[in-house]
């Protein structure tokens, strides 16, 4: 098994473009989750199945998985969007988060 | 609503045991894995352990580093999943949180549904 990788940080400015992207040895052969977590709260899903939206976030969270890469994209950046960004996958034994990525929104 | 409320955290000394618990509303209960994750304190997300429902046996499934000394159940009449914990270690302290996905996606299931979390401290 593996612990995906993930930047431990990423800044943008509010309107711009956040990327974040969570890496592994043929990643693309699974299914990546998102997930968001604002400090003292609990983690939100915000990304499944590599691409799906759950009903109540924004469009402008979108995600993709090709190659040995799955990126979690955040369009127009808010300062709300300041928060943490861990991906999850299965290696097919057990659940993996990567170590996160803090957004930081200048 | 909270989908998920976390309960039973509480400070525990080294090598002793605590059970927690996740009472579950709002969604159905059982239909729906049920996941233990944890966070110490700065740090990031992990993966605990599941449990399956019951056309999935009830199949258990738990990260290396509790396997043997942590076991999930759950009470379907009750909503309610438990996280029993013995021979705790103080790397074992941290906010636990139980988690759900709204239906059985099958591995890897999304976790839709998160409770607030509840803080386990092991120390002497």
């Known amino acids: 098994s593996y612990v995906p990788t993930q930047p431990p940080s990423v800044s943008v400015a509010p309107g711009k473009t956040a990327t974040i992207t969570c890496g592994g040895d043929?990643?693309?052969?699974?299914?990546v989750h998102w997930y968001q977590q604002k400090p003292g709260q609990a983690p939100v899903l915000v990304i499944y199945y590599d691409r799906n939206r759950p009903s109540g976030i924004p469009e402008r969270f979108s995600g993709s998985n090709s190659g040995n890469t799955a990126t979690l994209t955040i369009s127009r950046v808010e300062a709300g969007d300041e928060a943490d960004y861990f991906c999850?996958?299965?290696?097919?034994?057990?659940?993996?988060f990567g170590a996160g990525t803090k957004v930081t929104v200048l | 609503e909270v989908p998920l409320v976390e309960s039973g955290g509480g400070l525990v000394q080294p090598g002793g045991s605590l059970k927690l618990s996740c009472a579950a509303s709002?969604?159905?209960?059982?239909?729906?894995?049920i996941y233990w994750v944890r966070q110490a304190s700065g740090k990031g997300l992990e993966w605990v352990g599941h449990m399956k429902t019951g056309p999935h046996n009830f199949a258990t499934s738990y990260a290396a580093s509790v396997a043997g000394r942590f076991r999930i159940s759950r009470d379907d009449s009750k909503n309610t999943a438990y996280l029993h914990m013995s021979s705790l270690k103080s790397d074992d302290t941290a906010v636990y949180f139980c988690?759900?996905?709204?239906?059985?996606?099958?591995?890897?299931?999304?976790?839709?549904?998160w409770g607030r979390g509840t803080l386990v401290s092991v120390s002497s």
């Open positions: 709002g969604f159905s209960f059982r239909e729906s894995p």
């Open positions: 988690a759900a996905p709204d239906g059985d996606y099958g591995d890897p299931d999304p976790f839709h549904f």
């Open positions: 043929d990643i693309e052969s699974q299914s």
């Open positions: 999850l996958v299965w290696d097919g034994d057990f659940y993996l």
